[in-house]
């Protein structure tokens, strides 16, 4: 009985796997055939450059219309330049055979293993979904609430014309001012635009056949406007960028491993000063309440939990747990009354008071960065006798 | 004048900011202008600006014949939801191909003509306001195409009540009643009355071939979600654990199962830890504790940063082992994961987004403000570490202009390029 369930199971599954394959190969954007995926399991070389290329399409980040990442580039980048992305992207993302990085760079072999990485990365997490998520039409006003997605996009290395030689540090000054005042003009900007966002939301209640929605969104509502005129390209060409806004992708600092031995250093330096302020305090504290009665140690107790949750709330702006309580990913802007609780979604207000601790735990970190600052160029300035410095006022 | 190679890296790291800051602001004026466009009155048969370089409205052209107006975007509905469909069949392993692809390609052929009648709802105000005065529209062609409808005109003919009775002043002549009005769009489109979302957006409505395409849109995201808690995801799971580790195991030796990128990530974060850690520690110090209560208090906190950063010290040295033991080799090049918090999701997928309600205006712009800060913190903490990188050693050899240099970098790193200090030369009085 077992062993005819087994075969059963078995032709079940071999029937399925084409089918998997065939719905996978429509699916993936610049899908290969099913017949490449044949030819690659038996590691032919003919099936490699559409694996390399499908990889690489997977690997890089996709705007809504599947256009390669790097539009500034034009054209999309030859077979070796494809190549070296895949290799570098999957090695940082943790990819554990070492095969893979020595295949040539022409992208002439090595089907099987690109096979292998292929099944590799569908098995760690939610590829596909990613994918279908990252090219979907966005129906509404969408509002992405972690800025995690744009960061772990890769940054297209556009080989920058940069102004060669020496800068004098006020071209820098002058750089910093130039970025502020950008800033500036955006917050001006994105007011101005929620301000229109609540004008649209409100003059189409009750429009949308959705209740949970009750409005249109911007998208819905140029759908109609445009409907008649043939123009449905714009409202498609319109939607994705409301969802995508990258921030910057910094460049990494050329001697990135040389931040570890600088956070050592911090961390031992201030485990020293701990020592040094707690050990001495314990031993007075130890020698006044030497002979303290019972009822001192339930108050102790309560000091201990209280203090013990203020560290953990403290451990949290850090550690990744934390933060599970934060939606992940972009959300669907929706304009209610305020009386309407227990309906599904987030708040407005709850968001504003988790993006409010946020923007403390940021500022804190920016402080403390300014303070070591001023303590060291303090300490470098003091080396030279004779001089005043004034700080400036208003800190 | 800065040394070549740091001007360089000092350069570049300023032009990727104002790059990124220039990005989000095309962004936000693409989606300013669509909105304004839609704030303002919707005169027909305009060319759209959605380009960057927008081209005066211009009203009056003969708007383009009954080419099949909605379609276009509902195939492309179609086609994600057909992907959405291929995705659901790779995760059941059902093949119901056959019965879907002839379901959906009836579907796009009614969509045509479903498109022009549905449409016509969306007129609503055009319609009932339409003095058959000035120009005559041309119904004859168009009429034979629009079949008799029940619901969607008693829906109509509601809303056309309402606007006639809620409006007083700018109550439409009473025209022959709706159903003689059902102009389709094209010949609607030499309404006189115009059209503005402040007045009459209330009127719209989406047409079916939108709503059904939408609506069944959203079912198979939800129902992609909730296979995944069905039990052939937990073999299917299982499965897949079964094979990463397998392909640990070939790679030679077990991993650690970090990548570069999540070592990195974590480093960066321990040092936003040890800044935490430390201003806490000041504020402890600092606090002068009025009685005993307070004193155990601080002593207790104290000590507890302390055991937090030895966690931290002993975390770090973790990673470095990580690193050491899998030979990662070079810090992955023109890439960098992590900003200076975390976020905690990482691996869940996003599926159809969820609701985020807001009740007034200003909560929204509140909300945005906050986003924008908290971008604009991140970018500037990775630009004060750079800074510090950079300029630090810089000041600490003492070169020409030292003081003029020693003023600027205390500007640009202690002020955030805000303010200057004043350095006076201390004369002795003579």
Redesign the interface.
């Known amino acids: 009985m077992g062993r005819r369930r087994r075969r059963v199971d078995r032709g079940a599954a071999v029937g399925a796997l084409p089918k998997a394959i065939a719905a996978l190969s429509r699916t993936l954007p610049a899908g290969p055939s099913p017949e490449i995926f044949r030819r690659a399991k038996f590691d032919r070389p003919e099936a490699a450059p559409a694996l390399w290329q499908l990889l690489f399409r997977v690997l890089s980040p996709l705007s809504a219309d599947g256009a390669s990442a790097s539009p500034a580039q034009g054209e999309p980048p030859s077979t070796e330049a494809q190549v070296r992305a895949v290799k570098s992207e999957l090695r940082s993302q943790g990819y554990p055979r070492r095969a893979l990085a020595q295949l040539p760079e022409d992208g002439s072999q090595g089907s099987r293993e690109l096979l292998l990485a292929l099944a590799w990365l569908l098995a760690r997490g939610p590829l596909l979904e990613r994918l279908l998520a990252q090219t979907r039409v966005r129906l509404g006003d969408e509002i992405p609430l972690c800025e995690c997605e744009a960061l772990a996009r890769p940054g297209a290395p556009v080989p920058r014309v940069e102004a060669d030689g020496p800068v004098d540090i006020r071209h820098l000054q002058w750089l910093m001012g130039k970025l502020r005042f950008q800033w500036r003009k955006l917050i001006t900007s994105q007011q101005e635009q929620c301000a229109l966002l609540g004008k649209i939301h409100s003059y189409t209640r009750g429009c949308h056949s959705d209740r949970s929605l009750g409005h249109l969104s911007v998208a819905e509502t140029e759908l109609l406007r445009d409907a008649e005129g043939g123009q449905q390209d714009t409202v498609l060409g319109t939607c994705p960028p409301e969802a995508s806004q990258p921030t910057f992708v910094p460049r990494i600092p050329e001697r990135g491993a040389g931040e570890w031995e600088l956070v050592a250093r911090e961390l031992q330096a201030l485990q020293e000063e701990l020592r040094g302020a707690a050990e001495p305090r314990r031993a007075a504290w130890e020698a006044r309440v030497g002979g303290w009665g019972p009822e001192w140690s339930a108050v102790q107790r309560a000091s201990r939990e209280a203090v013990g949750l203020e560290l953990a709330a403290l451990q949290r702006a850090w550690e990744r747990g934390g933060a599970a309580a934060q939606p992940h990913g972009p959300c669907r802007l929706v304009k209610s009354d305020a009386g309407a609780s227990g309906g599904p979604g987030l708040r407005a207000a709850q968001v504003i008071e988790v993006l409010r601790s946020r923007e403390a735990c940021l500022e804190a970190v920016l402080c403390q960065l300014q303070r070591q600052c001023r303590q060291e160029l303090a300490r470098l300035a003091g080396a030279l006798p004779g001089l005043i410095w004034i700080l400036p006022p208003g800190r | ?4 190679d740091c ?19 095309r ?6 202008r ?6 303002r009155t ?1 005169e ?3 060319t ?1 600006a ?1 380009q960057p370089t927008p081209a005066p409205e211009t009203s009056g052209e003969a ?2 014949p009954e ?4 379609s ?2 509902l195939k ?2 179609e086609l ?1 939801t057909q ?2 469909e ?2 659901v ?2 995760r059941k ?1 059902i ?1 119901k ?1 056959g019965e879907r692809h002839k379901a959906l390609s009836l579907k796009s052929g009614s969509a045509a003509t479903s498109a022009t009648t549905a ?1 016509a709802p ?1 007129r609503p105000s055009g319609q009932a306001s339409c003095r058959v005065s000035e120009t005559k529209p041309p119904r004859g062609i168009q009429q034979t195409v629009v079949p008799a409808r029940g619901l969607p005109e008693s829906r109509l003919l509601s809303v056309g009540d309402r606007t006639r009775m809620g409006r007083g002043s700018r109550a439409t002549k009473p025209g022959p009643g709706p159903r003689d009005q059902q102009i389709p ?2 010949a ?2 030499q309404a006189p009355e115009a059209f503005t ?2 007045e009459k ?7 079916m071939a ?2 059904k395409a ?2 069944r849109n959203s079912r198979l995201w939800a129902q ?1 979600s909730s296979a995944q808690t069905s039990d052939s995801m937990d073999a299917a799971a299982t499965a ?1 654990t079964q ?2 580790q397998k ?2 195991m ?3 030796g077990p ?1 650690s ?6 070592v ?1 990530a974590e ?15 000041e504020e402890v ?1 600092s606090a002068d504790p009025a009685d005993c ?1 307070q ?12 055991a ?3 966690q ?2 002993h975390r ?1 040295q973790e ?2 082992a990580a ?1 050491v033991g899998r030979q ?2 070079p ?21 159809s ?9 200003q ?24 800074l ?2 950079e300029l ?1 050693p810089l ?2 050899t003492q070169g020409p202009h030292w ?1 003029a ?2 003023r ?19 004369e002795p009085a003579d």
Not at chain 2, 7 to 25: G, K, N, P
Not at chain 2, 295 to 306: H, M, P, S, V
């Open positions: 004048m800065l040394p070549a001007s360089r890296r000092l350069v570049a790291e300023l032009r990727d900011a104002l790059d990124a800051c220039a990005e989000r602001q962004q936000l004026e693409r989606s300013l669509v909105s304004r466009r839609l704030l919707w027909p048969a305009e759209p959605p708007p383009s080419s099949t107006p909605s276009q975007d492309e509905l994600l992907a959405l291929k995705a069949r790779v392993g093949s191909t449409s969306s769009p094209s609607a489109l979302l402040k957006g209330i009127l719209l409505r989406l047409p939108y709503r939408a609506s992609l897949k094979f990463l392909m640990q070939t790679s030679g991993g199962g970090l990548s570069a990128a999540a990195e480093v960066g974060l321990l040092r936003t830890a040890c800044l935490l850690l430390r201003r806490r520690m110090l209560m004193e155990y208090r601080c002593l207790l906190t104290l000590e507890g940063l302390q937090i950063t030895e931290c010290l770090l990673l470095r690193v990662l080799g810090w992955p090049v023109g890439r960098r994961p992590g900003a200076s918090l975390p976020c905690g999701g990482g691996t869940d997928p996003l599926w987004p969820q609701l985020l309600l807001y009740s007034s205006t909560e929204l712009q509140t909300l945005e403000a906050l986003r924008l800060r908290l971008a604009m913190l991140d970018q500037q903490i990775h630009l004060e570490k750079v510090m990188a630090l000041v600490g003081l240099l020693c600027a970098v205390h500007s640009l790193l202690c002020e955030g390029g805000e303010r200057f200090l004043t350095v006076l030369r201390d």
